[in-house]
């Protein structure tokens, strides 16, 4: 048989070989063992020590692609979170920001209601003496009117009893 020639890399292909060399071997009568063709036997095996480094090389290779892959994907993945932490931490500001903001508005609120209805009191306290006064002052007047109605009453009766008399 003729030496098999087979790209360096392909290891499975060259083992494929050894054992059809193997198999392909003459039975030594009356023993387990078998006569092969040496120089073919050898030659595959120097193929497959040349294509073994090759595998290992091709192996790393992916593996460091792999490697390489991995170390992306977790930096991608830590940025990605201390990204969504940067979000977190600013929506939290933002929350604490509308909350200070709304408990102001509401003390705000409370504080004009509270002013409000402290100006309505005050405003009902007012109306009431100025109404009181006024009814002083409007019994005053009444009782002036009262008066001058009686005096002119007065006056006239007395006129007539004089207009009588004469």
Same mark, same amino acid.
């Given at each position: 048989?003729?030496?098999?020639?087979? %790209?360096?890399? @392909?290891? $499975?292909? &060259? $083992?494929?070989? &050894?054992?059809?060399? &193997?198999?392909?071997?003459? =039975?030594?009568? &009356?023993?387990? =063992?078998? $006569?092969? @063709?040496?120089? %073919?036997?050898?030659?595959?095996?120097?193929?497959? =020590? $040349?294509?073994?480094?090759e595998e290992i090389k091709a192996a790393k290779r992916l593996t460091d692609q792999r490697d390489q892959v991995v170390a992306d994907a977790r930096a991608e993945a830590d940025r990605i979170l201390r990204d969504a932490d940067v979000q977190v931490a600013e929506r939290l500001g933002e929350h604490h920001l509308v909350r200070s903001a709304e408990a102001r508005a509401a003390d705000i609120q409370d504080r004009a209601l509270q002013q409000a209805a402290d100006i309505r009191r005050e405003a009902d306290t007012y109306a009431h003496r100025v109404l009181l006064k006024l009814r002083e002052q409007i019994a005053q007047v009444g009782g002036t009117v009262d008066r001058g109605i009686s005096e002119l009453e007065a006056r006239g009766a007395h006129e007539q009893q004089l207009a009588d008399r004469v």
């Open positions: 048989m003729t030496p098999v020639i087979v %790209e360096p890399v @392909d290891v $499975l292909y &060259l $083992l494929d070989q &050894l054992e059809e060399v &193997l198999g392909a071997g003459s =039975r030594v009568p &009356l023993t387990s =063992r078998t $006569l092969v @063709d040496e120089p %073919e036997i050898l030659d595959i095996i120097d193929q497959i =020590r $040349l294509s073994i480094p």
